[in-house]
């Protein structure tokens, strides 16, 4: 499913590749290799979801953070900030470990 639609990996498609116009083949790029990315990005997300679950509970409103703050680090090259409360996920990759800190301190108020 691309899109931010549902709780999938399509919030952070929309994230890394907001609409614009762009040629044929980077259309076809993004289409398969952003798809990748987006999902890769994604799964570790919830694998680490899954593990703080496992710490705090499946019932997030006893978590000790409603937005904890993690790093995406599952794509060479980059890391990311990301959010297990919410769908939130900074594209910029810049201080990621600052941004998951500013956004889980705000109590997602951050974005």
């Known amino acids: 499913m691309v899109g931010g639609r549902g709780r999938t990996w ?3 498609w929309d994230a890394l590749f907001p609409p614009a116009l762009v040629t ?3 259309d076809w790029k993004r289409g398969s290799t952003g798809v990748n990315v987006a999902r890769r990005l994604w ?3 919830e694998h680490l979801r899954r593990t703080y679950e ?3 509970g499946a019932d997030a ?3 000790p953070s409603q937005h904890p703050g993690v790093v995406l680090d599952a794509v060479p090259v980059m890391a990311y900030a990301a959010c297990l409360g919410c769908q939130w996920f900074d594209r910029s990759g810049h201080a990621p470990l600052l941004a998951a800190w500013e956004h889980e301190k705000s ?3 951050v974005r």
């Open 10 to 12: 399509g919030a952070y």
């Open 24 to 26: 044929n083949w980077v």
């Open 43 to 45: 799964d570790q997300r």
């Open 54 to 56: 496992s710490v705090y």
């Open 61 to 63: 409103s006893r978590w």
């Open 107 to 109: 109590d997602g108020e």
